[in-house]
């Protein structure tokens, strides 16, 4: 405890002597406004996990589970990079391969996601909406209905996986970055109001610490 103290006035001195006090409020401001930013990048990036997971249960779909593959001509070939849709955002992804004795099979959820539109705006506001009540493998099932998966046709073992990921990501430890300043800020995002909590390193990089979701900026 001593020593993060130690280093966090240090920090706060060396931000002093570089830029004085006014222009370190103006940087903090300029920092709590891009909270958004932030919230965009860890939705993106959720939003990415499960898109692959989609393109997953698709393939185990098609070609059956290792032990019980559904024809002998069939089999899955590793992932390639590619990029999809998120919203209106192009982000890249590796997405899983299929091949048969006659050659590539194309996935059509990786043919929709491709296309601006399939992976909407909505569906990335009910995945943060989920995952910030940290119901993981819930939101994995119903983002794989909402491109034509049955719920008795989901492969179980890849959505546990992913639920794991989620969770990971989203009680991921802290303890490893030095933080010199802390914000709570509200975003507003698909008709819900998002607690982001951010906060900035002894090197001035951002860090989204956390989100949930309220009703209102009280709540």
């Known amino acids: ?51 692959e997971t989609i393109m997953y249960i698709e393939r185990e779909e098609v070609s059956g589970q290792d032990y019980h593959p559904v024809s002998s001509t069939m089999y899955k070939w590793a992932s390639q990079g590619g990029s999809i849709y998120l919203g209106d955002q192009k982000v890249k992804v590796m997405h899983p391969r299929l091949r048969s004795t006659k050659g590539e099979i194309s996935l059509t959820s990786y043919e929709k996601l491709k296309g601006r539109g ?64 802390g914000f709570l800020d509200t975003v507003h995002r698909g008709g819900s109001a998002f607690i982001v909590g951010l906060g900035i390193d002894i090197q001035g990089i951002k860090h989204v610490l956390g989100f949930w979701e309220g009703a209102s900026e009280d709540h």
């Open 1 to 51: 405890m001593k020593v993060n103290t130690r280093n966090r006035k240090k920090a706060i001195r060396g931000f002093k002597q570089m830029y004085g006090r006014q222009e370190i409020i103006d940087r903090m401001y300029q920092i709590m406004a891009e909270g958004k930013h932030g919230l965009d990048a860890v939705m993106l990036e959720i939003g990415k996990t499960v898109a």
């Open 118 to 181: 399939a992976f909407s705006e909505e569906l990335l506001h009910r995945i943060l909406t989920g995952v910030s009540a940290q119901k993981y493998y819930q939101t994995v099932i119903q983002s794989a209905q909402a491109f034509g998966v049955s719920p008795g046709s989901v492969s179980r073992h890849i959505v546990e996986v992913t639920a794991q990921k989620l969770k990971a990501f989203k009680d991921r430890r802290l303890d490893g970055i030095q933080l010199v300043a």
